[in-house]
């Protein structure tokens, strides 16, 4: 098994290598869907959450108002921390079954947005980092999620630098060109980590 760590700013285009990778065969540990799921209704991280930031994060059905809770920790690191500090553990324990229930030959690709903010570098065989230069991401925020450009800024001002990222690669996609340029990065990068998984000789 070859453990993967893929990251890449907010932007940078990481989703869309990670569901690439995915379609080649990856069994592909997505910690922004985890977090989602550990935050559901019901759930001991969304009474963490409502504790420690008040019912006024929850929309009237009860769920999760994302929205407003990222507007909190995104201008408070002291908050964000402590945000990090209830979802993260429990990403990681959920993370750690699906590792356990790959097969013996999978290449394992986390999907780990903040991985370089929370120095877990080692805890992967390879780090993949998407790196696309910030104004694209910008531009990207701004025509594809409809962000405000205030909050798209503050968004990747909250996260690691490129140079932080890049610290830390044993491989880069560069996502700046097409989806087309992208599906060839790719598909060099998959040859790359079977040829990791399965040495030679």
Same mark, same amino acid.
């Given at each position: 098994?070859?453990?993967?760590?893929?990251?890449? +700013?907010?932007?940078?285009?990481?989703?869309?290598?990670?569901?690439?990778?995915?379609?080649?065969?990856?069994? *592909?540990?997505?910690?922004?869907? !985890?977090?989602?799921?550990?935050?559901?209704?019901?759930?001991?991280? #969304?009474?963490? !959450? *409502?504790? $420690?930031?008040?019912? +006024?994060?929850?929309?009237?059905? +009860?769920?999760?108002?994302?929205?407003?809770?990222?507007?909190?920790?995104?201008?408070?690191?002291?908050?964000?921390?402590?945000?990090?500090?209830? *979802?993260?553990?429990?990403?990681?324990?959920?993370?750690?079954?699906? /590792?356990?229930?790959?097969?013996?030959?999978?290449?394992?690709?986390?999907?780990?947005?903040? #991985?370089?903010?929370?120095?877990?570098?080692?805890?992967?065989?390879?780090?993949?980092?998407?790196?696309?230069?910030?104004?694209?991401?910008?531009?990207?925020?701004?025509?594809?999620?409809?962000?405000?450009?205030?909050?798209?800024? $503050?968004?990747?001002?909250?996260?690691?630098?490129?140079?932080?990222?890049?610290?830390?690669?044993?491989?880069?996609? +560069?996502?700046?060109?097409?989806?087309?340029? #992208?599906?060839?990065?790719?598909?060099?990068?998959? /040859?790359?980590?079977?040829?990791?998984?399965?040495?030679?000789?």
């Amino acid at each position: 098994m070859l453990k993967v760590g893929l990251t890449g +700013g907010i932007g940078s285009g990481k989703s869309e290598v990670s569901r690439r990778l995915a379609a080649r065969g990856a069994v *592909v540990v997505d910690a922004d869907k !985890i977090a989602r799921e550990v935050v559901e209704p019901g759930t001991p991280g #969304l009474a963490e !959450i *409502v504790e $420690a930031f008040g019912e +006024g994060v929850l929309r009237p059905d +009860g769920t999760l108002d994302r929205e407003r809770l990222g507007a909190i920790v995104f201008a408070d690191a002291e908050k964000l921390k402590v945000l990090n500090g209830i *979802v993260h553990p429990k990403v990681g324990e959920r993370s750690e079954q699906l /590792q356990r229930e790959a097969p013996d030959d999978a290449v394992v690709v986390y999907d780990v947005p903040l #991985l370089a903010e929370n120095n877990l570098a080692a805890r992967y065989d390879v780090v993949i980092v998407v790196d696309t230069p910030d104004e694209v991401r910008l531009e990207r925020l701004l025509r594809l999620r409809g962000m405000r450009e205030a909050d798209a800024r $503050a968004r990747i001002a909250a996260q690691a630098s490129r140079e932080e990222r890049l610290r830390i690669a044993d491989i880069v996609i +560069g996502n700046e060109g097409s989806l087309g340029d #992208l599906d060839a990065e790719v598909d060099k990068v998959w /040859q790359d980590l079977n040829a990791r998984v399965l040495p030679r000789g």
